[in-house]
Structures are given as structure tokens and as C-alpha cells.
């Protein structure tokens, strides 16, 4: 069975820190597609930031560019976000995605972002940023 478990969610102050891992298990995500999205209340799914398979490349939403960053570390096979200078608005379930569809493909389809494009989904984790 495929499957992706998201960890690192938690309260944190406004200004905060906070690093989120994406697990797998009966797969490797190396080969994958993965990327961050996260869900507010009463909101829609958003995409937060993507990392590709080889060659790897890493893509961000405008308003967490600079302030979150995604990474590999295939020894456990994982995907980490660390997510730095968090803000009230960043409060949301995160989940991870897994699709094989390479991101290249997803960027210039326009669907880099798109929930639909994912065939993976992890539950999700909590990340509440408040003072």
C-alpha cells in the first residue's frame, strides 16, 4: 500500500518555526513528484511549494517564497519543509502529494498546484500560528 504520513505540525508563535516532514511507505519517493499543500478553514486547497524528481528543482507560492523551503532526504525517504517567519495566515492542515507526472510537465500544464494532478495524499498536519 502507498502511503505518505506528514509530521512536524504544531502551535507556534508569529514570527516562529516549524520544520513538517512527509513520510512514505511502499514506495520511493525519489522517482516522485511531491509537493506541500495546505488547506485553511472555509478555504480551498492551496499549493504551498513543490520539489521535483531528477533533475531536482523546487518551486514556491509568491507569498511563502523566501520564508519556506522544501528538501529531499532520500536516506529516509522523505520531504521536509522548513517553514521559517511563520505568520497568523500560514495557519492551515498540511498535506504532501505524490504524483509521477514529472513537474516540468505540471509547471508548463499549468496544474504545478492543481490537487487534481496528485494521486497521493497523506492525512495531513495540524500548523496553528498564533500569539
Known amino acids: 500500500q502507498l502511503q505518505l504520513v506528514e509530521s512536524g505540525g504544531d502551535l507556534v508563535q508569529p514570527g516562529g518555526s516549524l520544520r513538517l516532514s512527509c513520510a512514505a511507505s511502499?514506495?520511493?519517493?525519489?522517482?516522485?513528484?511531491i509537493t506541500w499543500f495546505r488547506q485553511a478553514p472555509g478555504k480551498e486547497r492551496e499549493g504551498v511549494s513543490c520539489i521535483s524528481s531528477s533533475p531536482q528543482t523546487t518551486y514556491y507560492a509568491a507569498d511563502v517564497k523566501g520564508r519556506f523551503s522544501i528538501s529531499r532526504d532520500n536516506a529516509k525517504n522523505a520531504v521536509h519543509l522548513q517553514m521559517i517567519g511563520l505568520k497568523p495566515e500560514d495557519t492551515a492542515v498540511y498535506y504532501c502529494?505524490?504524483?509521477?507526472?514529472?513537474?516540468?510537465?505540471?509547471?508548463?500544464?499549468?496544474?504545478?498546484?492543481?490537487?487534481?494532478?496528485?494521486?497521493?495524499w497523506g492525512q495531513g498536519t495540524q500548523v496553528t500560528v498564533s500569539s
Open positions: 511502499g514506495f520511493t519517493l525519489d522517482t516522485w513528484t
Open positions: 502529494a505524490a504524483t509521477k507526472t514529472h513537474s516540468q510537465t505540471l509547471y508548463f500544464g499549468g496544474t504545478l498546484f492543481a490537487p487534481d494532478a496528485y494521486e497521493i
